[in-house]
């Protein structure tokens, strides 16, 4: 398979953060080099368009400071030597004081509370190193119990889906409308033992009939606010009259429109995390309690 390599030549200090953009567009792996980040994606995959997207976001970079100057070249590649390379510099994830996310070639000491996460990068969004995931994570911890049930909306590579089993809940359902998303989580559900207990469904949350008349003690969404607002009625109906709504995906400009989504529909913000990313951005997760 040919794959895109977008070359991006930008200072350091900003890399990470950018990263964690370039997933949200579906880039599926990473290298570094003294004077620039590589990203890859298959090329049947590339849009024009992304293009225009990450040269936007640089500018803002520039427009902030955080950056002097960039530039941006993109090639086709096969992907055999750098995936190795990539696969060598990931590191695990650790979140709280015993979660401890990492890809399946990474073997880790440990200790028997551990939450021990399998996550292998593909396609999917959700390998753990974005703020927005980290923080669905804290807020996972902090309204979980035994036996709770989640419903994970825009599950991507499953990765809150995974975590929140592995905290004790069951059932566990994911779902996903784009179908290489549903795969790479089916597979991620595989290597973590889970398989069973986690069900995955691709589609519209709407026109998945299994679910459509379930509510869930905890709802989940790690989405941009566009498209929670769009689908809040519906994801809603299927929290229990004393479950949770937990969002992210949020800037600190959301809270709002959040906050009056969940009004109108009897929802009240019992907490809300805020993380500022190397970008100046100011990210955000809110748990809400149905009244």
């Known amino acids: 398979m040919i794959y895109k390599e977008l070359i991006i030549y930008v200072d350091e200090s900003v890399r990470e953060s950018l990263i964690g953009d370039l997933l949200m567009l579906n880039f599926e792996s990473f290298t570094d080099s003294?004077?620039?980040?590589?990203?890859?994606?298959?090329?049947?995959?590339?849009?024009?368009?992304l293009y225009k997207k990450i040269g936007k976001k640089l500018e803002s970079y520039q427009t902030?400071?955080?950056?002097?100057?960039?530039?941006?070249?993109?090639?086709?590649?096969?992907?055999?030597?750098?995936?190795?390379?990539?696969?060598?510099?990931?590191?695990?994830?650790?979140?709280?004081?015993?979660?401890?996310?990492?890809?399946?070639?990474?073997?880790?000491?440990?200790?028997?509370?551990?939450?021990?996460?399998?996550i292998d990068p593909k396609m999917s969004f959700g390998t753990g190193h974005h703020e927005t995931t980290q923080m669905m994570i804290e807020l996972l911890?902090?309204?979980?119990?035994?036996?709770?049930?989640?419903?994970?909306?825009?599950?991507?590579?499953?990765?809150?889906?995974?975590?929140?089993?592995?905290?004790?809940?069951?059932?566990?359902?994911?779902?996903?409308?784009?179908?290489?998303?549903?795969?790479?989580?089916?597979?991620?559900?595989?290597?973590?033992?889970?398989?069973?207990?986690?069900?995955?469904?691709?589609?519209?949350?709407?026109a998945?009939?299994?679910?459509a008349s379930i509510s869930f003690d905890l709802v989940i969404a790690n989405i941009e606010r566009k498209t929670i607002l769009e689908m809040f009625d519906l994801i809603t109906m299927h929290v229990s009259k004393t479950g949770m709504l937990l969002l992210s995906g949020l800037l600190e400009?959301?809270?709002?429109?959040?906050?009056?989504?969940?009004?109108?529909?009897?929802?009240?913000?019992?907490?809300?995390?805020k993380r500022q990313s190397k970008t100046a951005d100011t990210w955000i997760a809110i748990a809400l309690q149905k009244q």
């Open 141 to 206: 911890r902090d309204y979980m119990g035994p036996g709770k049930s989640v419903l994970d909306v825009g599950t991507g590579s499953g990765i809150l889906a995974i975590v929140a089993a592995k905290m004790g809940a069951g059932p566990v359902v994911g779902i996903d409308t784009d179908q290489d998303a549903i795969n790479d989580a089916l597979e991620n559900c595989r290597i973590n033992g889970l398989q069973n207990i986690i069900r995955m469904y691709t589609g519209e949350l709407a």
């Open 253 to 273: 400009e959301d809270y709002q429109y959040i906050e009056q989504a969940g009004i109108r529909k009897k929802l009240s913000i019992e907490k809300t995390i």
């Open 34 to 49: 003294d004077q620039a980040l590589h990203a890859f994606m298959p090329s049947n995959r590339w849009d024009d368009s």
């Open 64 to 118: 902030q400071g955080l950056i002097q100057s960039y530039k941006l070249e993109v090639q086709g590649v096969h992907p055999q030597n750098w995936q190795e390379q990539w696969e060598r510099t990931i590191e695990p994830i650790y979140i709280g004081k015993n979660i401890i996310i990492h890809p399946s070639w990474q073997t880790i000491d440990a200790s028997d509370d551990t939450i021990d996460v399998i």
């Open 208 to 211: 998945i009939s299994d679910i």
